[in-house]
């Protein structure tokens, strides 16, 4: 089962986390383990199963990143690679910059580059919400090539605030 | 245990259960809420101590009592101790009396001529609390309960826990947390819609957690704490201070070695702690053997000693509040649990990090044990309203390369959760693969807590890198990992042998309840022999009496000595220890005596009807 499945879903990349919310609340109340201590082992144990399937796939789809890899993930996309090792070719004079920075600890100049890396990041997730919606329309795979692009960067930005972020 | 009882709708009676570092309580749910079942002398509280007396093994209040004057042969706060190494708590062990004997894995403590892990002794405290509740409730048997754990209490700790319940006769069908124990004893839900964060300070253990209330159902947000933080502590910074003193003041640079002094003194400064939540002012006063000690504490100078402990109770709610992604003003209501909470600063720290006054309405010692057994009214089916989704408090992880931790399973996330992993052979022809479980925040196999090592055996032979066996972790709601492995290629089912590392082996807990079995049939026999006895002293009393009267001088010859006989054998057999053989000879004297006795009750009723006394 899904974790789209799970919750009663379409597999679609936009969706509403309050609605989401809502229907993990319901799940559960019938779901959780806890409703199954007077039955037999079989059904306690499905209950164990499907309410783990219910909290891991709302942690996944409740946040929009994870829920876009989950979804990669199952179309055979290959995620987690790459973490930092290519640097991606628009970014190369600013990580050289910033090493330089890293390496002079320069409170200022890391301050400047945090806080323009955080609003490349909110850029990104602007960005996605269309290529979200893009897919959703399209179902193509084309669209989900595009949008791992997109997360590639994404985390290669992310790493470099963590850097900053553990240096100051 | 309920194999035989697969009982669709048969109401077997679920008790809760908080088992403190220094008190226990047992609770139970009726139709107008949660009440506390009494102990034997009609109180709220089992002591967490117990004492090994060579014949017997007490619990309790009993056991308490025994603290000053049989202090190695004494325990308390064996929580502390609960799923952890003897590496781990050799700071503390320093301040207990009794000794820990060197084992692999698990702590083994030196009571007196036995030796005890932490579960059996928990469970000692676990069967006093059963034993009240089948007091209580006329003599129904318990068998099921609710167990509340600290929420920041990892998975050994938790599985020794759920091992005490076994090794007790209890079934655990779930291990609370009990900050969430506490917010459902408050009863908050009534608001509906809110945020609560729960600090419970305790004798041994700090937990806070942050919730999110939503028409009854109580979702944790975040979790954080300190198992090695409560009230213990600041008894030990007393406690320093006083016997510091009195090897001055006596002259005796030894005393802190005698563990009866240190117990009267521990008692004299728990006392004085306790006094000084109500008094800006008392003294510190023992009386040992004679020997005076006093010293007077200002509640300025206790809060000076103290305040670092408080302060370190405050980077776990921050860390908390951070993860629940909230700043302490959107906290809508903070619960306070637990008796330390009783200290004004610690009020004072929580008002001023959270800006809100504090629930203090229920007891803070009882708060606890009513939540456990609120749970225990939602797992019977007798609360339909609530529901509890509580999270695992620490990340999960398994060793990889260059022993760092790859997580699993975040902190925070809510139970039961689970990841999965796919394992391979590193050499052609390898049959077993070997999985270090780790639990911690931090990089480094070093820097984590080592859980369990899993071991993937009979693998099919294969060149190196082609078998794929696919590992499940699954944390339960009880928070206790679970771990099973289905080979990819042929998806059967892969064998999985776990070796805890600090914690007791299946087999250990059999053989422990195994022995809890025997000491029950023990505990019976010994009961059955103390009733008989009873009953042969009335006997032999009556007979007795009978043998002085003009009816027994009646009775011819042979009657009399066969009356002697048996009355004198039933004085002997009466210090036998088995309880069949005394009701016996019992038999026997009612039956010689049975003319006797007629003969008595005739002339009883004709002195009677000549209204003579005999």
Redesign the interface.
Known sequence: MTYFEAFGLEPKLVVDVDDLQQRF?RL??EL????F????VEEQQQA?EK???L??G??TLKDPIRRAEYVLKQHGFDIGEQRTKDVPPELLEEVFELNMALEESDREQLDGFRTKFAAMLGEIDGGLQGLFAAYDASQSRDDLQKIRGVLNRRRYIENLVQKIDSSI | MSTFQIDFGETKRIIGIDLGTTNSLGAFMDLTGPKIIPTANGGAIVPSVVSNLGAEVVAGENARALLVSHPERTVYSVKRLMGRSADDIQEELRLFPFRVVPSEGVIRLQLGEKTFTPPEISAFILREIKKNAEAYFNGEEITQAVITVPAYFNDAQRQATKDAGRIAGLEVLRLVNEPTAAALAYGLDKRQNGIVAVYDFGGGTFDISILKLHDGIFEVLATNGDTHLGGDDIDNILLAIALDDMANEWGDAKVADNHQIVQTVRRAVIAAKEKLSFVPETSIELDYKGKKYQRALTRELFEKLIAPIVDRTLGPCRAALKDAGLTPEQVDEVVLVGGSTRIPLVRQAVEALFKAKPHTELNPDEVVALGAAVQAGILSGDVTDKLLLDVTPLSLGIETMGGVVSKLIHRNSTIPASASETFTTAVDGQSNVLIHVLQGEREMVRDCRSLARFDLKGIDPLPAGLAKIEVRFLIDANGILNVTARDGRTGKEQSVEVKPSYGLTDDQVEAMIQESFEKAEDDFRERQVREARVEADRLIAAVAKSKQSDAFAQLPEAERNEIDRVYNELQVVYHSDDYAFIRSKMTELDEVTHHLAEIMVNTAVSGALKGTKI
Request: proline share 11%; glycine share 0%; net charge positive.
């Open positions: 609340y559960s109340r959780h383990p806890d409703r201590t007077r039955r037999p164990l309410t783990s399937v909290n891991d709302l942690r």
